[in-house]
């Protein structure tokens, strides 16, 4: 009998190390948390988000997620729609989120309005062409704020830091001899 095992051992490793690596993919993809990706399925993100130093000097306030022309673009989280309408003649969808939070997706053609509450996951809109720093053919630029940060000004955030991913646990099926 501890010949068998002797000989399996390696195939039980080996089969453990096929499953987590073709299951790795898959839970990462998970949401969780509040917050979930505005864009389905989950997009590639084009550009990342760039912390400046201050908030009147040049950064990236958000990131760029590839998506395409008329996608439908969702409420990353629960919250009111504070803003939907234009700025510098691009198309602007802002909601406030409990905490002090505000996300923005721009450019989005509104199927909200102000005041309307949302749910993780409510259409919001329409993804629209016109954001030239983007090789994909539409992208959307997700952005997020702290209302009240550090010294009582708001605050760029990351948004990626919004999303959860469910970590991998593997259990044991049985004893091991």
Same mark, same amino acid.
């Given at each position: 009998?501890?010949?068998?095992?002797?000989?399996?051992?390696?195939?039980?490793?080996?089969?453990?190390?096929?499953?987590?690596?073709?299951?790795?993919? $898959?839970?990462?993809?998970?949401?969780?948390? &509040?917050?979930?990706?505005?864009?389905?399925?989950?997009?590639?993100?084009? @550009?990342?988000?760039?912390?400046?130093?201050?908030?009147?000097?040049?950064?990236? @306030?958000?990131?760029?997620?590839?998506?395409?022309?008329?996608?439908? !673009?969702?409420?990353?989280?629960?919250?009111?729609?504070?803003?939907?309408?234009? !700025?510098?003649?691009?198309?602007?969808?802002?909601?406030?989120?409990?905490?002090? #939070?505000? $996300?923005?997706? &721009? *450019?989005?053609?509104?199927?909200?309005?102000?005041?309307?509450?949302?749910?993780?996951? $409510?259409?919001?809109? $329409?993804?629209? &062409?016109?954001? *030239?720093?983007?090789?994909?053919?539409?992208? #959307?630029?997700?952005?997020?704020?702290?209302?009240?940060?550090?010294?009582?000004?708001?605050?760029?955030?990351?948004?990626?830091?919004?999303?959860?991913?469910?970590?991998?646990?593997?259990?044991?099926?049985?004893?091991?001899?």
């Amino acid at each position: 009998m501890k010949v068998a095992l002797f000989v399996w051992r390696p195939v039980l490793f080996a089969v453990a190390a096929a499953f987590l690596a073709a299951s790795t993919a $898959t839970a990462a993809a998970a949401p969780g948390g &509040e917050f979930g990706w505005p864009l389905r399925p989950r997009p590639m993100v084009e @550009r990342r988000f760039e912390r400046p130093a201050q908030n009147w000097l040049p950064g990236h @306030r958000g990131v760029d997620l590839a998506g395409s022309p008329g996608q439908r !673009v969702l409420a990353a989280g629960a919250g009111i729609v504070v803003f939907a309408g234009e !700025v510098a003649d691009k198309p602007v969808v802002s909601i406030e989120h409990p905490g002090g #939070l505000r $996300t923005t997706y &721009e *450019p989005v053609r509104a199927r909200v309005s102000v005041g309307a509450r949302v749910a993780r996951g $409510t259409p919001i809109g $329409t993804l629209e &062409e016109g954001h *030239p720093e983007c090789a994909a053919s539409a992208c #959307l630029h997700w952005g997020l704020r702290r209302e009240a940060g550090r010294r009582g000004r708001f605050e760029y955030l990351d948004p990626l830091g919004l999303l959860h991913v469910a970590p991998l646990r593997l259990e044991p099926v049985g004893p091991i001899a």
